[in-house]
């Protein structure tokens, strides 16, 4: 089943050293605001010192690289790492964080999971910047309250911790979000979500009712006091740009007691083409009880699906609907839905224990863009696309995850959530490139552009559509004008990601951080008019 895992596997591995000496950057860091700030959290707000790691703490280094997944972000030498690492274990520390933040001119930037693909929670492109990391690791408990069918969530959990505490209170509950079990719901939950019950439920957005969120003059606001314009803006306008959300009031979904998942794989040579070019009509418009995603390596086609009821429902339908695909009962492995997420994720012998362990650092470098599709890729096309992948062993490995969209995450209006790619959408695109070695660096990310630059014909137009949660730098970067963020130059990304929601966002951060406070290299500019 787990096609990312074995690939891992198959690739050396590789040790990186760390040295403190890499990692702190002293020379960038005025040791004087750095100090006021600190000073300030301890005497204003009681914050214990065991909570806040400056450069010199011991416990930084292991600290800043506790979540960072891609080792190409450890070599802080091209980036500006954190003076100052907050972890708080309280609400009044992160309000504390934000208000001497602001008193001493340092930004901060909040850390949930560490899964941005950008790194963007704990480093900064230019090197000059100076700013604190507010890590949430700490605050990350989950409260079900089975009865009502809902839960409040931190955001410091992992998707791995909530789906394992909402299947500990009642395993007739589940939740529709991502399939890797150590991405953090704050970071997650603030670009949407999607996972293997988008079909059926939609976005892990599309089911939030309520929120806390520390906002830039350091208040705590919830649903009511933050209003309907910043309740839209944070489920799904992307991370960082609008406060930092502490906790999220979800409504569970039901799941059936059994659920079936297959991993079905064909080669090119043997017809995998053909059958994908049909899957690209078909898996859209099967009913909402089935998500067939399809992961493409260079030799292989994998159909990876997911149906909410048994092998004896779920055969009479693909005969029905995927005949080509020649599905038959040695395909099915019947589990209950908690059981797919290790299966899914972390292979067939991981247990449902394994979704909480949160270490998840990968041992090679990728880069990922994203596309959406709304009109097929002809056949000869994909020819193309399986031709220009055997280029790659030259310097690593390459995947392209392709998420089909129709049911729910479709049928939601573009402008009810500031995630828009619903309707007329056939599927999503993840490219992952994969490379160890500097020199393997450079080949990889002019393979990884000159594709991205093939695909534009046959992918998503004006604009041509990405998914904020798949960060890419490559898409644009703000550009500051007198100290804020530009709304022309976020446009450039903003639109990609968000199409005409994103002058709405922009219009709601005017509103509540006209100073711009809560800013990263990609997070909504303020429209101030
Ligand atoms: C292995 C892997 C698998 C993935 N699988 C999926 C998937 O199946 N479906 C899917 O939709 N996505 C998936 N993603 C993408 C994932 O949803 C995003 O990377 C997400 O932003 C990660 O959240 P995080 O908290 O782990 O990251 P972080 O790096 O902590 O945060 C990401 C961004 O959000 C901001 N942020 C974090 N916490 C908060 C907060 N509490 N309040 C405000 N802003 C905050 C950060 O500053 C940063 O800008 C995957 C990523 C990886 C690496
Ligand atoms: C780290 O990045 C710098 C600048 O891009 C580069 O010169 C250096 O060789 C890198 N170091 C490692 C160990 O990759
Ligand atoms: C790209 O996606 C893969 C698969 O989800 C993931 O393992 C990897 O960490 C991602 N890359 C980055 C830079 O986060
Ligand atoms: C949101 O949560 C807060 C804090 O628990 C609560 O006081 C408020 O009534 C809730 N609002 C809604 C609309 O649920
Ligand atoms: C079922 O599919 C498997 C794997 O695709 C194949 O090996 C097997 O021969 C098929 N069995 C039948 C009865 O078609
Ligand atoms: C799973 O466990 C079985 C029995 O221990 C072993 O034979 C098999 O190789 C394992 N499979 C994987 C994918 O690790
Ligand atoms: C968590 O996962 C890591 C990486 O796969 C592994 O090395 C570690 O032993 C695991 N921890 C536990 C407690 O299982
Ligand atoms: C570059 O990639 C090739 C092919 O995958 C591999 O053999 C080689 O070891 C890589 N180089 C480095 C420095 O990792």
């Known amino acids: ?117 950008e790194g963007l929670s704990y480093r900064a492109e230019d090197r000059g910047e100076r700013f604190a990391v507010v890590d949430l690791s700490g605050m990350r408990s989950v409260s079900v309250d089975a009865a009502s069918g809902t839960a409040w969530v931190q955001s410091g959990a992992t998707l791995g911790e909530l789906y394992h505490a909402v299947w500990r209170h009642d395993p007739r509950l589940g939740f529709q979000a991502g399939v890797c079990p150590t991405v953090g719901v704050g970071g997650h939950f603030s670009g949407g979500g999607f996972g293997m019950l988008q079909r059926k439920y939609g976005l892990a957005v599309d ?20 209003g309907e314009d910043l309740f839209w803006a944070i489920r799904g306008g992307g991370g960082e740009s609008f406060g930092i959300v502490v906790s999220w009031h979800i409504k569970l979904a039901p799941v059936p007691p059994i659920v079936t998942v297959f991993d079905i794989v064909r080669s090119p040579d043997h017809g995998a083409i053909d059958i994908l070019t049909k899957w690209q009509e078909i898996a859209p418009k099967l009913p909402d009880d089935i998500m067939v995603r399809v992961i493409i390596e260079p030799q292989n086609v994998n159909f990876e699906a997911m149906y909410l009821g048994t092998c004896d429902e779920l055969l009479p339908l693909m005969h029905l609907r995927f005949p080509d695909l020649a599905m038959n009962r040695t395909d099915c492995n019947e589990m209950t839905w908690i059981e797919s997420i290790p299966y899914i994720h972390l292979g067939r012998n991981a247990t449902v224990d394994d979704i909480l362990n949160r270490t998840s650092i990968s041992r090679v470098n990728t880069k990922n863009r994203s596309d959406y599709v709304r009109d097929p890729i002809p056949n000869h096309i994909w020819k193309k696309i399986f031709a220009m992948s055997q280029q790659v062993t030259k310097f690593g490995e390459f995947q392209m995850y ?46 990884s552009r000159d594709l ?77 008019n």
């Open 207 to 226: 089911h939030v009712v309520n929120a806390t969120l520390v906002d830039a003059r350091g208040d705590l606001l919830d649903r009511d006091s933050m």
């Open 402 to 447: 392709m998420d089909p969209y129709g049911g729910k995450i479709s049928s939601i209006h573009e402008s009810a959530t500031p995630f828009p790619h619903r309707e007329g959408v056939l599927y999503n695109i993840q490219y992952i490139t994969y490379w160890q070695g500097e020199a393997n660096g450079t080949e990889a990310l002019k393979w």
């Open 1 to 117: 089943m787990n096609s990312s895992k074995t690939l891992l596997l198959q690739i050396v591995i590789f040790s990186i050293f760390f040295s403190s000496g890499s990692i702190s950057n002293p020379t960038l860091a005025s040791a004087d605001s750095s100090e006021e700030f600190v000073d300030c959290l301890s005497k204003e707000s009681k914050i214990p010192s065991w909570l806040v790691h400056t450069t010199s703490s011991s416990s930084y280094t292991s600290i800043l690289k506790s979540s960072i997944r891609n080792p190409k972000f450890l070599n802080t030498t091209a980036s500006a790492e954190p003076v100052c690492i907050v972890t708080p274990s309280e609400t009044s520390h992160i309000q504390a964080a934000v208000v001497c933040g602001r008193r001493h001119g340092l930004r901060v930037r909040v850390r949930s999971g560490g899964h941005d693909y």
């Open 452 to 528: 991205y630059e093939f695909m534009e014909p046959y992918v998503s137009k004006n604009p041509r559509e990405a998914y904020v949660n798949y960060r890419d730098l490559e898409l644009g970067r703000n550009k500051l004008v007198d100290g804020i963020s530009s709304y022309d130059s976020g446009k450039a990304w903003g639109k990609r990601y968000f199409r005409d929601n994103f002058e709405r966002l922009a219009k709601v951060k005017a509103k509540v951080d006209p100073d711009d406070y809560f800013r990263n290299e990609q997070s909504i500019p303020p429209l101030l």
